[in-house]
């Protein structure tokens, strides 16, 4: 899987691309299909304090799949992120399996 990311407006260390990196490279255990993602680390500065976001854009064959996440850090909003983007790479390969079964779409009579 091709990945990219992308810091937006900040400057983000080395150690926290690593750990992006590690996360994310854990997503294809879930679809074998995924062809690239897009990563992009954004941060706010919100009356509370610094907000981070991380949204991620997965590509598969003829669709795509995204989610992102707020939190007080880009660690934990990757993970958050994670976690949405395995319940929905679970739900397309098993649309893709149902789909590809012997006798999917033919109706009973």
């Known amino acids: 899987m091709k990945k990219t990311i992308e810091p ?9 691309i690593g750990f992006v990196n590690n996360v994310f490279d854990k ?8 062809t690239s993602a897009d990563i992009y680390l954004k941060s706010f500065n919100e009356k509370s ?7 991620v854009k997965v590509f598969l064959p003829g669709r795509e799949v995204f989610a992102s996440a707020k ?3 880009f660690e934990e909003a990757s993970n958050k992120v994670f976690s949405k983007l395995k319940r929905q790479l679970v739900e397309a390969k098993d649309m893709d399996r149902r789909k590809n079964q012997p006798g999917a779409g033919i109706k009973d009579r």
């Open 8 to 16: 937006v407006n900040i400057e983000v260390s080395d150690e926290l």
């Open 27 to 34: 997503l294809p255990k879930y679809y074998d299909r995924i």
């Open 49 to 55: 304090g610094i907000e981070n976001e991380v949204e």
């Open 71 to 73: 939190a007080d850090s």
